[in-house]
């Protein structure tokens, strides 16, 4: 499994390039787009060894490399940008390479996640719950997509997501309803012109409106926690969050796992919160 530059084509690793040109046989989303990748690195390989493999004819296509690999050939796989099976085909390969008693091996590179986030400033800090979610393209619909937001209203932890131009605006309007909630828009990103920018949730749609260049391109958000004033408010601010969603039980060790907080203490103020002494009948 071999990750790709995102735009930029100077981020490739050496083991790619190395994998890539040793390589019996290479899958890949768009044999036109690899083969044109593969010709700026100065490697050739033949119309025969590109295999398609997308997300239409991915159980088939991952039958093909086994077969391949059976007779002794290294394959690689590749998608069309970054690394393969985060947001794009690739996980089915990997089941059927393994259930036929083969090895996928990872030869990490370029994230469009991983990087989002390095430049989001979003993960650590005073009052911020630690760690992320990778919520990757939300639902088209529009009910759909509205309640995965609000979902993520209730998710304590910074939250990654991605959108095409197409459906950018759509996605504003929709998180512009989770208010001051800072979000990092990361666009184009390693490409000519690459963006990151920060505004309130709110401020979304306003901003988009500003310049219309602004929804052009490939697009990572990045959704900031919540702020919480002090140590203490964290606890009780998880809970507040996680007790709609939840039972009362699970809810006091995800809060206890992320703050550190005594156990006994949280689960006293998860049955305050409750408005009950009693323990939550799905606990």
Same mark, same amino acid.
């Given at each position: 499994m071999v990750a790709t530059p995102i735009g930029n084509l100077a981020d490739i690793t050496l083991r790619a390039l190395h994998v890539l040109e040793l390589a019996d046989c290479?899958?890949?989303?768009?044999?036109?787009?690899?083969?044109?990748?593969?010709?700026?690195?100065?490697?050739?390989?033949?119309?025969?060894?590109?295999?398609?493999?997308?997300?239409?004819n991915e159980q088939e296509g991952a039958q093909t490399v086994v077969a391949r690999l059976q007779q002794g050939e290294r394959v +690689?796989?590749?998608?069309?940008?970054?690394?393969?099976?985060? *947001?794009?085909? =690739?996980? %089915?390969?990997v089941a059927a390479v393994e259930a036929a008693g083969f090895r996928a091996v990872p030869v990490p590179g370029v994230s469009s996640v991983t990087a989002a986030l390095s430049v989001a400033g979003a993960l650590a800090g005073p009052?911020? +719950?630690?760690?992320?979610?990778?919520?990757?393209?939300?639902? *088209?619909?529009? =009910?759909? %997509?509205?309640a995965a937001v609000q979902a993520l209203k209730n998710e304590p932890r910074c939250a990654v997501l991605l959108e095409a131009p197409h459906r950018v605006l759509d996605l504003a309007e929709a998180l512009a309803t989770l208010g001051a909630r800072r979000v990092t828009l990361a666009r184009?990103?390693?490409?000519q012109y690459e963006?990151?920018?920060?505004?309130?949730?709110?401020?979304?749609?306003?901003?988009?409106?500003?310049?219309?260049?602004?929804?052009?391109?490939?697009?990572?958000?990045?959704?900031?926690?919540?702020?919480?004033?002090?140590?203490?408010?964290?606890?009780?601010a998880l809970l507040q969050k996680l007790l709609p969603v939840l039972p009362l039980k699970t809810a006091?060790?995800?809060?206890?796992?992320?703050?550190?907080?005594?156990?006994n203490a949280l689960y006293e103020q998860a049955l305050a919160l409750r408005g009950s002494r009693e323990e939550d009948p799905q606990g």
């Open positions: 290479i899958a890949c989303e768009d044999t036109r787009h690899t083969q044109g990748l593969l010709r700026s690195y100065g490697i050739a390989k033949s119309g025969a060894q590109l295999l398609a493999l997308h997300q239409h +690689a796989y590749v998608s069309d940008a970054g690394t393969p099976a985060v *947001s794009d085909p =690739g996980a %089915r390969l009052g911020m +719950a630690p760690g992320f979610v990778f919520q990757g393209f939300l639902p *088209s619909k529009a =009910g759909e %997509r509205q184009e990103l390693t490409k963006s990151v920018t920060t505004v309130a949730a709110e401020q979304l749609p306003a901003w988009f409106a500003g310049d219309a260049n602004r929804a052009r391109g490939e697009f990572v958000l990045v959704l900031h926690p919540e702020i919480l004033q002090g140590d203490d408010a964290l606890p009780t006091v060790r995800i809060a206890a796992d992320l703050t550190q907080a005594p156990r």
